[in-house]
T-cell receptor, first 112, second 112 residues
Framework: NAGVTQTPKFRILKIGQSMTLQCAQD?????MYWYRQDPGMGLKLIYY???????DKGEVPNGYNVSRSTTEDFPLRLELAAPSQTSVYFC???????????FGPGTRLTVL | GDSVTQMEGPVTLSEEAFLTINCTYT??????LFWYVQYPGEGLQLLLK?????DKGSNKGFEATYRKETTSFHLEKGSVQVSDSAVYFC???????????FGTGTRLLVSP
């Protein structure tokens, strides 16, 4: 049981490039989330999903897109990278909306 | 809106010292309260939680009591170990809302 996995661990992008952060979970959780963690700040919710085919915006969705075609996978897409998107990105999942969220190890993204 | 305020770190202690990390919250209704821990290079893990007033969450020697009258959820441990060195996040969630609201995190450093 791998839990929540994220790839890549680290990435450097140039301004204007695009990339997809991968997230997968093998716990059959229906809820999945993407957060970003900026230095000295708490985590902010970018997008979340309550099940395959259903996604919704969180607090800071601008500049990002998501899709949820399967229960297991929840990729996060950056279309035109900007320096303001330099952050650590965490994916999480839970079974139900008020149950414990399980987090992946994070992806550290730098946009130069 | 909902918010969580934590004491700033780092908190530096010697092994076997008593630990308190303060956390206060602002929210309407009756949120659930959580402490998450992030060890170096890892994602967040749930440490403990409390879902109603006067509940005490406990795990691995850590405790926190949900105090509605003071809107607080302070984390305590009687005798810290070097292995407790990590960043601790206080968080809340409201029933029906699909997100956690995090504090900024408090780094704990324990020396031998």
């Amino acid at each position: 049981n791998a839990g929540v996995t994220q790839t890549p661990k680290f990435r450097i992008l140039k301004i204007g490039q695009s990339m997809t952060l991968q997230c997968a979970q093998d716990m059959n959780h229906n809820y999945m989330y993407w957060y970003r963690q900026d230095p000295g700040m708490g985590l902010k919710l970018i997008y979340y999903s309550v099940g395959a085919g259903i996604t919704d915006k969180g607090e800071v969705p601008n500049g990002y897109n998501v899709s949820r075609s399967t229960t297991e996978d929840f990729p996060l897409r950056l279309e035109l990278a900007a320096p303001s998107q330099t952050s650590v990105y965490f994916c999480a999942s839970s079974y139900g909306q008020n149950n414990e969220q399980f987090f992946g190890p994070g992806t550290r993204l730098t946009v130069l | 809106g909902d918010s969580v305020t934590q004491m700033e770190g780092p908190v530096t202690l010697s092994e076997e010292a008593f630990l308190t990390i303060n956390c206060t919250y602002t929210a309407t209704g009756y949120p659930s309260l959580f402490w998450y821990v992030q060890y170096p290079g890892e994602g967040l893990q749930l440490l403990l939680k409390a879902t109603k007033a006067d509940d005490k969450g406990s795990n691995k020697g850590f405790e926190a009591t949900y105090r509605k009258e003071t809107t607080s959820f302070h984390l305590e441990k009687g005798s810290v170990q070097v292995s407790d060195s990590a960043v601790y996040f206080c968080a809340l969630s409201r029933t029906g809302f699909q997100k956690l609201v995090f504090g900024t995190g408090t780094r704990l450093l324990v020396s031998p």
